[in-house]
């Protein structure tokens, strides 16, 4: 009797070790990293610049900005032509396999003709 309570008993308590050993070994890895992340930041230098100088990277930033939505739009119109592209030839190849099959009746029905 006292085995069967025994041995469920042993196997809570060894389960139960195991899980406060791996949840320490979390939270004390967790901290580790933590302060090799906090120790490694840098602070970010502020920098002085003129107000001139803001102004042209300003302007050079614009430029990037209207230069990459020209690109943008260049790129969507060769897809969207491609993908026509596509769906031409698709449809051009299903009414290829159309006529294909309708030559073949017809050569069928002609061959039926021909031998009455």
Not at 76 to 89: L, N, R, T
Request: proline share 3%; hydrophobic share 35%.
């Amino acid at each position: 009797m006292k085995s069967k309570i025994f041995f469920p008993l042993l196997i809570a308590g060894v389960f139960t070790l195991f899980t406060n050993s791996a949840f320490a070994q979390t939270a004390d890895s967790t901290s580790t990293v933590v302060n090799t992340v906090d120790n490694n930041v840098q602070p970010v230098p502020a920098q002085s610049s003129s107000p001139e100088q803001d102004k042209e990277r300003l302007a050079a930033a614009r430029k990037e900005a209207k230069e990459a939505k020209r690109q943008a739009r260049e790129t969507e119109k060769m897809d969207d032509a491609a993908e026509e592209a596509a769906k031409k030839a698709k449809r051009s190849a299903r009414l290829e396999a159309k006529a294909q099959r309708t030559r073949k009746k017809a050569d069928k029905a002609a061959s039926k003709v021909g031998d009455n």
